[in-house]
């Protein structure tokens, strides 16, 4: 199987799996995962049956951000390989059919970036300081920040760098703002682009889309005035600026003058009505959606998710996308096995609002048997499906991490009120074996829990009914019965969700902890074994309606 060279619509119903590089396999043995440890694991991704990888970044770091902390936008970090090694990665996967997607963060750089080292060499009002936020601080020996900001890690967002001027992060200190009303720092993002264009890469993901533009005046306004401020209409400071679409239509000229052209999908946390800007033909050309992510597991959120979604692709008339877990939140088998919050997001969003870790109510089972329901679910639905390296395991979130242990800065700079992301960042588990569980010959870096070793690929690969099998027909059934990105929905009980592709092609998931009737139809897969003629509690099922043009499973 290789890619076409031609199609320049692969993305638009595409199963993307996202690879967190330092926790996925470690080749060289040094705790971290690396370049040629994803390599080696091509035949696994192949099996699985996924369209393309999307890669974290992997550039050289510090990583104060898990590598979100970028020192060289066009390196490799030496812990992960080189740039041969990369070159090597792109290979492997075009020839075993797979597309490669990575992570442009232009937000910010790392503080380690020559650029930054060199604006604090530099006097204040400096070309090299006009390449980030630079502002005079406040009061006598300018001793205050220029504003009361807080960062999205928690503390303050402004840090000063001894000369009374400081610099904006609204990420961790290490992550400081660019200037994105700077030529240079536009250009040289066009550089980076084309650089990794140029080595194969198929497509970006755009890390912080939505803040890149931002309208600072003399005057700063404080904290208060910008949670004051709507988000919803492209005026805040800081926020989804309408201005931020001319820096990607200047992106967008690099990525036409690819054949095909090179795709992108924004991370932009933005109202939904703001969502379709981003992925216009003009802007990125996709964007993530986190609604699906973000509600609760009920029938009538799901079904209304779905309707808006797609009402939203056809204004910018880009696929959406559907996203169950990433690296930043809490893994979706854990968040199903918890109460329900009263404001889902306050959950389910971003991994560094959930305060206190995962509660000890935690029903494992219960958790794991929705998440595959609504993975199957999400699977069938039209658009692309983006997948996070380990929930084909049915992997939960891993709690119990030692403080000394945890990485992420939101953990820290909440004085480990806020739990962080280090719980879905653990190293996948391979085999069942210590040290690591096949995931190097070293222990790894973020400990694994004794429980890996029933989740780990080998073990998995042994029974028919796990969730990696699961994961495996259902990509393998997507493929084939890809059809048009449209569905109808069908009337069913209150608790069931039930739509039909225009192949015929049926989607029915119970919502309820009681079993209902099964619609007839062939059976093509389930997300757990049916017993009886019916449709059995927290349970999709995919049927198909017409001739059986496919074997069953
Ligand atoms: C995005 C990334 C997250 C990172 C943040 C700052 O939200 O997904 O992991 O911490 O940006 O770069």
């Known amino acids: 199987m290789s890619i076409s060279e031609t199609d320049a619509t692969w993305w638009r119903q595409a199963a993307v799996y ?127 920040p220029p504003a009361d900001w807080t960062s999205a890690f928690g503390g303050p967002a402004w840090e000063p760098v001894g000369d009374g001027q400081w610099y904006l992060h609204y990420f961790a200190t290490e992550q400081p703002d660019l200037n994105w009303d700077n030529r240079e720092v536009r250009d040289d993002f066009l550089t980076t682009l084309r650089f990794w264009s140029d080595r194969g890469v198929d497509g970006f993901r755009i890390d912080v889309a939505h803040g890149l533009a931002k309208q600072l005046d003399e005057t700063l ?66 964007a993530f959606n986190f609604d699906l992510l973000e509600a609760n597991f009920n029938a009538d959120a799901f079904r209304r998710v779905v309707e808006d979604n797609l009402a939203l692709a056809a204004v910018s008339g880009s696929s959406t996308t559907w996203v169950l877990s990433n690296h930043d939140v809490v893994r979706h088998a854990t968040r199903y096995g918890l109460p329900e919050p009263a ?111 029933s989740v780990s690929v080998s073990v998995q690969e042994l029974d028919p009914d796990s969730t990696l099998a699961l994961y495996r027909r259902a990509l393998d059934l997507r493929r084939r019965l890809q059809t048009d990105e449209s569905l109808e929905w069908i009337d069913s009980p209150a608790q069931v969700v039930h739509f039909r592709r225009p192949n015929g092609w049926e989607i029915v998931m119970n919502f309820g902890s009681e079993p209902t009737d099964l619609p007839a139809g062939t059976l093509l897969l389930s997300s757990t074994r049916l017993r009886h003629r019916e449709l059995p509690a927290e349970t999709t099922v995919w049927l198909q309606q017409g001739a059986p043009s496919l074997p069953l499973s």
């Open 343 to 453: 404001n889902p997001k306050e959950k389910h969003g971003h991994a560094w609002l959930l305060t206190g870790g995962v509660s000890p109510v935690l029903d494992r089972e219960r958790g794991l048997r929705r998440a595959r329901a609504a993975t199957l679910f999400e699977l069938a639905l039209p658009g692309s499906a983006y997948l996070y390296q380990g929930e084909e395991l049915g992997l939960h979130e891993v709690a119990d991490i030692p403080a000394a242990s945890r990485q992420d800065p939101a953990f820290f700079r909440n004085a480990g009120v806020e739990i962080g992301r280090d719980g879905c960042r653990v190293p996948l588990p391979w085999t069942p074996d210590r040290p690591s569980f096949g995931f190097g010959t070293a222990p790894a870096h973020l400990p694994q829990p004794d429980w890996f070793a």
């Open 221 to 286: 306004p404080s904290q208060a005035d910008l949670d004051a401020t709507p988000k919803s209409n492209g005026g805040h400071p800081l926020w989804d600026r309408d201005e931020v679409h001319d820096i990607y239509a200047e992106w967008r000229t690099v990525f036409d003058s690819y054949s095909p052209p090179r795709t992108a999908v924004a991370e932009a946390w933005v109202e939904s009505h703001r969502i379709p800007r981003y992925a216009s033909p003009e802007s990125l050309g996709q």
């Open 18 to 144: 996202q690879i967190y590089p330092r926790s996925f396999a470690d080749a060289n043995g040094d705790g971290l995962g690396d370049l040629p440890g994803i390599r080696s694991r091509i035949p696994y991704l192949r099996t699985l049956g996924i369209d393309a990888v999307w890669l974290s970044p992997f550039y050289p770091s510090a990583l104060a951000d898990g590598g979100y902390d970028v020192d060289d936008y066009r390196d490799v970090d030496p812990r992960l390989g080189t740039l041969a090694d990369f070159d090597d990665l792109v290979a492997g996967l075009h020839a075993a059919g797979i597309r490669l997607i990575v992570d442009i963060v232009p937000n910010h750089s790392s503080n380690r970036h020559e650029w930054f080292v060199e604006a604090l060499a530099s006097p204040p009002g400096s070309p090299a300081r006009q390449r980030y936020i630079f502002r005079d601080g406040l009061g006598p020996n300018k001793a205050l």
